[in-house]
């Protein structure tokens, strides 16, 4: 029977267990007290994992803070921008990345997305051209907005970009990896992310300003910036002359990151693997297209997007939505669900929200599903056949 495949719809919400040897060290933290980052004189758990990150990723430094959120407001806050700064960011990402540029006293402006979910390259070169002081790219998804583009226009328009790589650990763009291509590259440890803390972020850059600037505004106050490692020149210079936002990662979040680092290369290849197998499963069907990566991408997905094919209106789209539900397959369209934080026109706290045809029209129609890399193949067919009957079963 098992042969067959699962009898009943696979949960794809439950997370991996933290690695055992998270235990242990949790243990001795609790023993000690010792939670604080800047308690002990050296190796500090939030310390090892910065020092450990960097070195993953090739990157000079490394900040441990509260979320990807606090790691974007920090690197908005650190990069100086004047009150007011237009900072660009695709219109399809999550309703706490415009928060953050809105917490950073900066205004965000929506670029358009296509219907392969990365920035329409046309519609930032038309931005640019109205004037903007910064952008944040987010990887929305872990869907890689061409980098080559982008960069190439920011250095004609010198200004410094930030990559939003909250979804996107482990992903690659012309074999360098994703968060070390703008100024500063934003991670997140979130559960729903490829390492799962619960809650948690944190930044690399190469720019020893820009990284000062984000310690000590993350909030090593006083003396606390000397137990970060190569960066005294720049620290002496700041401190006190910047504000403490208080938004630092505390030791037992490090001690469940760590643990989690060696299993990074499995977790993506094995993502990597499900989804470009329901990839060709679905894309089998007329009614769905899951839009291939940029030639330059190598993709670390924990989820799988596609697009409704001649879906006319919202009610066959929901009604797919409904078949799929029916058949145990939690699948959302990003537009059609109530409240969705990552539609552009719930975020209400902007105030006047600009009209994005392009972007609107795709998440009117592109679906999300979650796929844990934990999933087998009889999990994997059981999700791809539910979805292809259901849109078979829609269309009619
Ligand atoms: C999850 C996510 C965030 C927010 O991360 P937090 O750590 O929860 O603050 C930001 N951007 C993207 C693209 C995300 O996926």
Redesign the pocket.
């Known amino acids: 029977m098992a042969a067959d495949g699962p009898i009943s719809p696979p949960n794809v919400y439950d997370a991996e267990p933290i690695p055992e040897a998270a235990r242990d060290e949790i243990d001795r933290l609790l023993t000690s007290g010792d939670l604080f980052r800047y308690t002990a004189p050296e190796g500090a758990p939030v310390a090892l994992l910065e020092a450990e990150f960097a070195d993953l990723l090739g990157s000079r430094y490394a900040l441990a803070v509260a ?4 790691a ?1 407001f920090l690197s908005l806050k650190a990069l100086d921008l004047p009150r007011g700064a237009r900072v660009a960011i695709p219109a399809f ?2 309703a ?2 415009p928060s953050a540029i809105v917490h950073a006293d900066c205004v965000p402006v929506l670029i358009e997305v296509g219907s392969n979910y990365r920035v329409d390259i046309a519609d930032l070169k038309a931005k640019i051209a109205e004037g903007l002081d910064a952008m944040l790219i ?4 872990g869907h890689t907005s061409d980098m080559d583009a982008i960069m190439e226009l920011a250095e004609a328009a010198a200004i410094p970009v930030i990559e ?1 790589a ?2 996107s650990l482990g992903t690659t763009w012309a074999g360098r990896n994703i968060g070390t291509i703008g100024k500063v590259g934003c991670f ?3 559960s ?2 490829l390492i799962n803390a619960g ?3 944190i930044l690399v850059t190469d720019d020893p300003e820009v990284a000062a600037r984000a310690i000590i505004m993350s909030g090593a106050y006083e003396q606390n910036w000397k137990k970060h490692p190569g960066l005294q020149n720049s620290f002496g210079h700041w401190q006190n002359k910047l504000p403490l936002y208080n938004t630092r990662m505390q030791n037992l979040s490090a001690a469940v990151i760590r643990p989690q680092i060696p299993e990074l290369a499995r977790r993506v290849a094995d993502g990597r693997a499900n989804h470009d197998y329901v990839a060709g499963l679905l894309n089998a069907s007329p009614w769905l297209d899951v839009p291939p990566p940029l030639p330059q991408e190598v993709r670390a997905p924990d989820s799988i997007q596609f697009n409704l094919v001649g879906f006319d209106t919202d009610a066959e789209a929901l009604a797919f939505q409904d078949a799929c539900k029916r058949r145990g397959v939690g699948v959302q369209v990003f537009g059609l669900s109530e409240g969705n934080a990552r539609a552009y026109w719930n975020w209400q706290f902007l105030g006047d929200l600009p009209d994005l045809p392009q972007t609107r029209a795709m998440l009117m129609r592109a679906c999300d599903m979650r796929l844990p890399a934990r999933l087998t193949k009889p999990d994997l067919d059981f999700i791809a056949q539910a979805i292809f009957a259901a849109a078979a079963e829609t269309k009619g």
């Open positions: 979320s990807c959120s606090a974007l990402t999550f706490a990345v987010s990887h929305m998804r939003d909250a979804h997140s440890f979130q729903y992310k809650e948690g972020g």
